[in-house]
């Protein structure tokens, strides 16, 4: 199961994730799955990484998403409408699968709402206080944080941490509440978050037991809360690649709709999505 870390402040949102996907005995099915759709909808700019099941309904998970979104035109509606969208649709895929066992399944959305951060959780099994998450259920739930507009923009934080949670040690939490007490994620540049974001990930893949789920190659998205600037899509490998990947993505043009997906480029550049 994926680890996903979200860090959503005034002036940017990252995310971070792995890309492994394995198997129910936790051998490794792949170290190189796309877990991301980035979007550019009616109201918002936002990205979308999942945790749980690597396929829904006879599709690898990332490439329903997208394709999900696409016969929707996703890019032409609001980030609401998305939301309670992909609610009734998975409830209504698991509903359909209730002869077999359920299996966890978790979409996490964040972003920018014209210049308001926000994060939302689409689950059948977390929450965002994980002490009350539980089995994982045929019917779906959302969890909207949207920031109010009368938010201090100098101590406003949002750290979230979904999937393959039990993989953080007393030693990863300690760093990340040490890091939340300097207000590092507030006052970094998005780019040393990044990094950051992604070491925890690394360390959280040693962990004994529930470490072997997670992948050590990642992949991280950076929004700003400014307009003009693009989102940027990075690719981590552990080692030396010779290739770069990018999430899906989803934008919207006027009254035009373009989708991208599984995009592969040869090189050491980086990728940002044209998305303003």
Request: hydrophobic share 40%.
């Amino acid at each position: 199961m994926t680890l996903i870390v979200t860090v959503v402040t005034a002036a940017k949102v990252v995310q971070a994730s792995d890309r492994r996907l394995t198997r129910s005995d936790g051998t490794i099915y792949s170290d190189k799955a796309n877990k991301v759709v980035v979007v550019n909808c009616q109201d918002a700019r936002f990205a979308i990484g999942y945790t749980g099941v690597g396929l829904l309904n006879s599709k690898r998970t990332d490439e329903w998403l997208v394709d999900y979104l696409t016969d929707i035109h996703a890019a032409h509606m609001d980030i609401r409408s998305i939301g309670t969208s992909l609610i009734e649709n998975l409830s209504m895929l698991y509903r359909h699968q209730s002869n077999r066992e359920m299996i966890p399944l978790s979409f996490i959305l964040c972003g920018y709402i014209s210049d308001l951060p926000f994060a939302i959780l689409i689950s059948n099994f977390e929450r965002w206080n994980p002490q009350i998450n539980g089995p994982p259920q045929p019917k779906f739930h959302g969890e909207y944080a949207i920031m109010k507009e009368n938010y201090n923009p100098k101590q406003f934080l949002g750290l979230c941490i979904n999937g393959s949670e039990l993989a953080l040690t007393g030693e990863i939490s300690h760093k990340l509440k040490r890091l939340r007490k300097k207000r590092f994620f507030q006052n970094e540049t998005a780019g040393i978050i990044a990094s950051r974001l992604v070491n925890v990930i690394r360390e959280a893949s040693r962990a004994p037991n529930h470490g072997k789920y997670i992948g050590r190659d990642c992949m991280t998205v950076v929004i700003s809360r400014n307009l003009s600037e693009d989102i940027v899509c990075e690719y981590h490998p552990e080692g030396e690649s010779l290739m770069r990947y990018a999430p899906h993505i989803i934008h919207r043009m006027d009254s035009i709709s373009i989708s991208m997906k599984h995009i592969e480029i040869e090189g050491n550049m980086g990728v940002s999505a044209l998305m303003r």
